[in-house]
């Protein structure tokens, strides 16, 4: 079975920093551009991030641009949100998708919450 | 700033026909934006309908229907049932690896 499993999301301060996880499964990970995607509470979708195959091409919303970082690890099946200069306007649910080659998002994990609040 | 727009609220009524669409601010969607569209209800993760403006994915029932209709994509949904009541959102695809959703149009069935 496909599945994208995330991690990581918690409680952090404004100025924080943290990292989330997504654990590919059931497919080759390393052929696949991955997605982040978030949504506010009570808000609708927003493209975060995304991450080529290899990771030679990255891209970021202009809301996140500068603060965060996307990766990825073939070896290890998974892909990585650094979230630093946290901001109350980040707390969502962040997802990561897979990607398919006519761009567009045919699996999702479930989603971790990430909360920032003093 | 490139802002996709979807109707905020629709109802349609069992057995009733729907198409919900999908714009930009300023310009046509085309099908070099590949529309899709995801099915969303409260608490789950988006579950994909439509890819490439018209191409169902797998499991997606034929009474969904992606199309271009004049200068936005749209999703038609016929015979309405209960379980279509959800959020839609589309998303078109902006080049250079870039995506932008939109608002979401909240679908109820009544």
């Known amino acids: 079975e496909v599945q994208l499993v995330e991690s990581g999301g918690g409680l952090v301060k404004p100025g924080g920093s943290l990292r989330l996880s997504c654990g590919g499964s059931g497919f080759t990970f390393s052929s696949y551009s991955m997605n982040w995607v978030r949504q506010a509470p009570g808000k609708g979708l927003e493209w975060v991030s995304s991450i080529s195959s290899s990771s030679y091409y990255i891209s970021y919303a202009d809301s996140v641009k500068g603060r965060f970082t996307i990766s990825r690890d073939n070896a290890e099946n998974s892909l990585f949100l650094q979230m630093n200069s946290l901001r109350a306007e980040d707390t969502a649910v962040y997802y990561c998708?897979?990607?398919?080659?006519?761009?567009?998002?045919?699996?999702w994990g479930k989603g971790t919450t990430v909360t920032v609040s003093s | 700033q490139t802002v996709v727009t979807q109707e905020p609220s629709f109802s349609v009524s069992p057995g009733g026909t729907v198409t919900l669409t999908c714009g930009f601010t300023t310009g046509s969607v085309s099908s070099d934006n590949y529309p899709s569209w995801y099915q969303q209800t409260p608490g789950q993760a988006p579950r994909t309908l439509i890819h490439?403006?018209?191409i169902r994915s797998s499991g997606v029932p034929d009474r969904f229907f992606g199309s271009i209709l004049g200068n936005k994509a749209a999703l038609t949904i016929t015979g309405a049932q209960a379980d279509d009541e959800s959020d839609y959102y589309c998303?078109?695809?902006?080049?250079?690896?870039?995506?932008?959703f939109g608002g979401g149009t909240k679908l109820t069935v009544l």
């Open positions: 998303v078109l695809y902006l080049g250079s690896d870039i995506w932008v």
């Open positions: 998708a897979r990607v398919l080659g006519t761009y567009y998002m045919d699996v």
């Open positions: 490439s403006t018209k």
